[in-house]
C-alpha cells in the first residue's frame, strides 16, 4: 500500500516532552509518524528523539519496535469494536442498526488510517503470540458476527454460515475503506456514492428474499 517516501532524517524538530502520560505521548508520536511517513519509517528511537525522552524512559514503555505496534493495533480494535457496537445498539438494531455499522467501519477506517493500517498491515510479526492482540480483533468482528445471528434468528438475512457471511461483508466494507485512505477515490463525491452503495448492495446479497442458500 503507498506511503509517503519522507527522508528518515530532518522531518521536523522534536518536541520536548515534560510532564504527563509519556506511554500516550508515545503512541500519539507513532500515529503521527505512520500517518505522514509510514509504518516502515517508525523507530522508537526516531519517536522518543521528537519527544526528547531518554531510551530508558522509552524502554520501561515499549520493548522494542514490534511492542509499540501490537499496542497500536490493539487500542484500533478496541476503538472498532466500540464504534461497531453503539452503532449497533444505538440504531435499534435490525437493518437500520446494521447499515449504521457500516458507516461506523468506514468512519473509523477513515478517521484513524494509523490504526487502521497497523491492524491489516501485516506489520506486527508477534501478533499471532499476542493473546490481548487476539483477544481485541476476535471481539471486533464477533460484533458482526453476533449482529448477523440476530437478523438470522429473526428471519431478516439467510442463515448461511455467520462466519462466513460476516467475511463476506468485512471484505466488502475493508476494501472500501482501503480505497479511501489510499487517495484512490481522491472526489469526495466519489466516496458519497459509493459507501451507501456498498452498503446497499451488501444487505440486498443477504436478505431473506434473495435465493437460498445451496
Not at 501490537?70 to 435490525?94: C, I, P, Y
Not at 445471528?149 to 476494501?175: C, K, S, T, Y
Request: glycine residues 8%; hydrophobic residues 40%.
Amino acid at each position: 500500500m503507498p506511503h509517503s517516501s519522507h527522508p528518515k532524517t530532518g522531518k521536523r524538530p522534536a518536541k520536548p516532552y515534560h510532564h504527563g502520560d509519556l506511554r500516550r505521548a508515545l503512541l500519539d508520536e507513532a500515529l503521527r509518524t505512520i500517518e505522514t511517513e509510514g509504518v516502515e519509517h517508525l523507530t522508537l528511537r526516531t519517536v522518543g528523539a521528537r519527544l526528547g525522552v531518554s531510551r530508558s524512559a522509552l524502554y520501561r514503555h515499549f520493548a522494542d519496535k514490534q511492542s509499540l505496534l501490537a499496542t497500536v493495533g490493539k487500542e484500533g480494535f478496541s476503538k472498532l469494536r466500540q464504534a461497531l457496537a453503539d452503532a449497533w445498539e444505538g440504531n435499534g438494531h435490525g437493518r437500520v442498526g446494521f447499515e449504521a455499522m457500516h458507516r461506523a467501519y468506514v468512519q473509523f477506517g477513515v478517521s484513524h488510517p494509523s490504526h487502521y493500517r497497523v491492524m491489516f498491515g501485516g506489520f506486527i510479526e508477534s501478533a499471532a503470540k499476542d493473546d490481548h492482540f487476539i483477544s481485541e480483533a476476535r471481539s471486533a468482528f464477533q460484533v458482526l458476527v453476533d449482529a448477523l445471528v440476530e437478523q438470522q434468528n429473526a428471519g431478516d438475512i439467510r442463515r448461511d454460515d455467520p462466519v462466513l457471511m460476516a467475511r463476506f461483508v468485512w471484505a466488502l466494507v475493508h476494501g472500501t475503506v482501503m480505497l479511501f485512505i489510499n487517495g484512490q477515490l481522491p472526489e469526495r463525491a466519489q466516496r458519497e456514492a459509493l459507501e451507501p452503495y456498498v452498503a446497499e448492495r451488501i444487505y440486498a446479497s443477504i436478505c431473506q428474499s434473495t435465493l437460498p442458500a445451496g
